[in-house]
């Protein structure tokens, strides 16, 4: 995981260090129209999903398993926000993670779980590289009647 998080790294500073030297040798340019350049990303995301799903949130859900083991009276939603640095050849590692102020469970020991297992997470590669934010949330428990 360390290992494909710098080479990603490293091609997104090459990719940065480009597109400078790009825009300092067009100075003919006209001044671009707002909202030119930007990029449709809605839709090809059934890779990340997929290795979400594979991956992640069966470790997450054994994380769960464990607290409510310690705590059967558990319950609530994790929301947990992620950001993923990917490159469109390599693919993409979790690079930060934190807890929403959505988040509902205050249980360090899994809340750690989450985390760690999180940041250890490698995705298969995106449509194209770069850094993307996203929240997930987890139900932990089963709803009480207040909570329907």
Not at 21 to 48: K, N, Q, W, Y
Request: glycine fraction near 8%; aromatic fraction near 2%.
């Amino acid at each position: 995981r360390d290992a494909l998080r710098e080479r990603i790294l490293e091609r997104e500073r090459t990719f940065a260090r480009d597109t400078v030297r790009e825009r300092d040798a067009d100075d003919e340019a006209d001044e671009a129209p707002a909202g030119e350049g930007l990029t449709d990303r809605i839709g090809g995301r059934d890779a990340l999903l997929d290795g979400l799903n594979h991956d992640f949130m069966q470790l997450a859900g054994e994380c769960i398993e464990q607290a409510r083991e310690r705590k059967p009276e558990l319950r609530g939603m994790i929301a947990l926000e992620l950001e993923l640095v990917a490159d469109a050849e390599l693919g993409a590692v979790v690079e930060q993670t934190s807890f929403s102020d959505r988040n509902e469970v205050d249980e360090p020991e899994l809340l750690d779980c989450i985390r760690e297992t999180a940041l250890s997470t490698t995705l298969p590669p995106p449509p194209e590289g770069g850094r993307e934010a996203f929240m997930l949330t987890m139900p932990v428990g089963e709803p009480t009647d207040g909570d329907l």
